[in-house]
């Protein structure tokens, strides 16, 4: 018995020479270290600016149309920021998108002046991918022979297949196009392919709102419970008794919930509400009281943090000045608020600027902080503001940006120690207020009902990490890794295998196509897998005193939110389809660009390959010094681009059946850019796949999004322009306050 408490003790109290690099980080705190934290924070905030603003952005179609957009440039984002972080950059990989495409049409194209190569699409296809390996090796040694920078070594095949495609393109067609691609033999196989879409329309499942959000729901509650179990220290004893408080809870919880989604009443909403809210509070509590330590007791009081106080009256400050605000600001007015224009307007613009050049030539010299030249900027800034923003839009900017920052005030007071969980359940309250402040303002059902309903989960949430915190101890020390039992894997695998014969089968007897069979089998039997770990997972959180099935349980939350997502985005209900003429598709494109996103993060994050990435960006000298392979890792990298440039060409031949000569022309910056905003570093041995893919995704979001809230096109460049900026300070800042040890 000594032995055993021995343990716990040390489980819980951390030694005082434990070495800083030793110590556990939460994994609140583990996110917020990772690269793409701060393109996540831009996406969601971007997703919510524009379903906000926009009424189809929202919507299936709308989320299919930024998707597609995306997708372009995201199937080309993810291997480019593994070649950044590696270390190196590809400035021929935007051209090699439209040179793979050019060569296909006109390897294939029998119709030309010169009569073209009319090859097959059986032959032109393989060809046009070895013509972009060949190139991407071709990179990749001139940079390693010669030890040019990848930005000189590239320019001279990003000058000569500019010039190639369109000097050829007009050789043989007489025109800067390349068409008859359809015309082709061989077409139908390859464009079924390249060219292939689901269009939602034509798959009906009228279960599909009970599946999807069941799936969020479960998927949200999993996620929680894996946060719990890496951020928490397990009893050695569960508690029954918590386990049956817990189950009540969580009746009492569904109880709620239910009654509150078949009634509409302004009275039975706030009763049902709270026995739902009540519910969720006391199953996290008995949950806690089951499965983990208690906390201690009085350590915390003696550890405040003075600036806890500041933080607490700026965030309840800046959330009353929101609310005086909205109060104050005709909301019906669409006046320009046109307080400095003209002369007046003039002058504070001629001031701000001169300020901001004075204070930028005294902050050089050391003469004042750096942040003063940003004064001189607002006020610039003002004139423009007030003659391009109407008094309702005013009035909406001022409520989110000061409601947001009382919240983040709020938040950043609850990570300080000492009274922690009280300033957590004071942002919940917060959020609360603002909840019910936007539903008595709001006139769409948008703000009303759905903003309404996730602002109060959200706050539900925060309130039940705060009871968590007061009950259970934190961990200090890292979960185990998980235990070897391939028994569940081999289970999963061996069902899933079968599943996925069974659908091929049925697939090919209905007739459908090839492709479109082996996808569905794929899918099926990769969710019947899915089923099964979850299903081991879940019998090992409940019946074994194994610890490390925190992430198992993270990944499943995960998997159950994008499963429920995409059964959202990509089945119809009848009544869906009998209420709508328009009609929606996600292109083959989309499907690669998720799984280059996935096949990329995995890359770098489970293989040897990924390591030696992480190694040659860091330091090329020092990483071949311990034996890894730099030469054969770069130029692996450059071919990756290459091949993937050959994938995106072809979507792009396949779905045009036409190619312009310039296309992809100038794409590489945007795929550095986006590669940037997804937190890689131009420096390389920093970055993530993910992240570009986040990138890729907001960019898609921004562009489709001006047009859906009908604003002025012409402003999207400094839309990107200002996101860039903010996502990379974001990111730079979130990563330096996570890293710091408290």
Not at 364 to 369: E, F
Not at 600 to 613: E, V
Not at 625 to 647: C, D, E, H, N, Y
Request: glycine content about 12%; overall charge positive; aromatic content about 8%.
């Amino acid at each position: 018995m000594a032995e055993a408490t021995t343990a716990t003790d040390s489980a819980v109290r951390p030694s005082p020479a434990q070495d800083e690099r030793l110590a556990h980080r939460g994994p609140v705190q583990q996110l917020l270290t990772r690269p793409e934290i701060g393109a996540l924070i831009g996406a969601v905030g971007v997703w919510l600016l524009f379903w906000l603003v926009s009424a189809p952005f929202g919507t299936a179609g709308g989320t299919a149309n930024y998707l597609d957009v995306a997708a372009t440039l995201g199937l080309m984002a993810v291997p480019v920021a593994l070649l950044m972080i590696g270390g190196e950059f590809d400035l021929s990989s935007g051209s090699m998108t439209g040179a793979t495409a050019v060569i296909v049409v006109l390897l294939s194209s029998d119709t030309a002046t010169l009569g073209g190569a009319g090859l097959s699409l059986h032959l032109a296809v393989p060809l046009s991918l070895a013509f972009a390996l060949a190139i991407g090796w071709f990179n990749g040694t001139l940079v390693e022979k010669t030890s040019l920078p990848s930005f000189i070594g590239t320019l001279p095949t990003f000058f000569i297949r500019i010039g190639a495609k369109l000097g050829f393109t007009k050789l043989f067609t007489n025109k800067v196009i390349a068409e008859g691609l359809d015309r082709s033999g061989g077409y139908e196989f390859w464009d079924n392919i390249f060219g292939a879409s689901w269009v939602r329309n034509g798959h009906v499942w009228d279960n599909r709102d009970w599946a999807w959000s069941g799936l969020l729901i479960i998927g949200a509650v999993v996620l929680i419970l894996g946060t719990m179990e890496l951020a928490y220290a397990r009893r050695e004893h569960p508690n029954a008794v918590g386990y049956l408080v817990s189950a009540a809870g969580a009746a009492l919880g569904a109880i709620g919930f239910i009654l509150l989604l078949n009634q509409d009443s302004t009275a039975s909403n706030w009763i049902f509400g709270i026995l739902m809210g009540a519910g969720v509070l006391v199953a996290t509590g008995g949950w806690c009281a089951a499965r983990y330590q208690p906390a201690e007791r009085g350590a915390a009081a003696a550890e405040r943090d003075p600036r806890v106080v500041q933080l607490l009256f700026a965030g309840i400050g800046a959330i009353v000045g929101a609310i005086v605000i909205a109060a104050v600001m005709n909301p019906e007015n669409s006046d320009r608020l046109d307080f400095l224009t003209g002369t007046p307007g003039r002058a504070v613009l001629a001031i701000g600027i001169g300020t901001t050049g004075v204070l930028a030539v005294l902050a050089a010299l050391g003469r004042v902080s750096v942040g003063y030249p940003a004064i001189g900027a607002v006020v610039a800034l003002i004139p423009g503001i007030s003659y391009m923003v109407t008094v309702q839009g005013a009035r909406a900017i001022l409520f989110g940006i000061l409601g947001i920052a009382g919240v983040v005030l709020l938040s950043l007071a609850a990570r300080r120690r000492g009274l922690a969980a009280l300033f957590t359940l004071l942002t919940s309250a917060g959020i609360v207020i603002l909840a019910f402040f936007i539903q008595s303002e709001a006139g769409s059902r948008k703000l009303r009902v759905e903003l309404f309903t996730a602002l109060l989960l959200i706050a539900l949430v925060l309130a039940a990490s705060a009871i968590t915190r007061l009950i259970a101890a934190r961990r200090t020390s890292a979960p185990p890794p998980p235990a070897p039992s391939a028994l569940p894997r081999q289970i999963g695998l061996g069902l899933g295998l079968v599943a996925g014969l069974l659908s091929l089968i049925l697939e090919l007897a209905d007739g459908d196509g090839i492709l479109y069979s082996i996808i569905m089998a794929a899918v099926k039997g990769g969710l019947v897998v899915f089923a099964v770990c979850a299903l081991a997972t879940l019998y090992r959180t409940l019946f074994t005193s194994d610890e490390s099935v925190g992430r198992s349980l993270i990944f499943i939350g995960i998997g159950s939110v994008m499963l429920g997502i995409a059964a959202k985005l990509m089945f119809i209900t009848g009544d869906e389809l009998a209420n709508t003429r328009a009609e929606t598709r996600f292109g083959v494109g989309v499907m690669l660009f998720l799984a280059f996103a996935v096949l990329g993060a995995w890359l770098l994050a489970r293989t040897q390959f990924g390591n030696w990435i992480f190694a040659v960006g860091g330091n090329k000298d020092a990483s071949r010094s311990v034996g890894v392979p730099a030469a054969r890792t770069k130029t692996t990298l450059f071919m990756l681009v290459s091949a993937s440039a050959w994938i995106t060409g072809m979507v792009i031949a396949f779905r045009l059946n036409s190619v312009q000569a310039n296309v992809g022309d100038g794409n590489e910056f945007r795929y550095i850019i986006v590669a940037v905003v997804g937190g890689c570093l131009l420096t390389g041995g920093y970055g993530s796949a993910i992240g570009a893919a986040i990138g890729a995704v907001i960019w898609g979001m921004i562009t489709s999004g001006i047009g859906f809230a009908t604003w002025n096109s012409d402003w999207r460049f400094l839309v990107l322009g200002a996101l860039l900026l903010v996502a990379v300070l974001v990111n730079n800042y979130v990563r330096s306050q996570a890293e710091k040890v408290r």
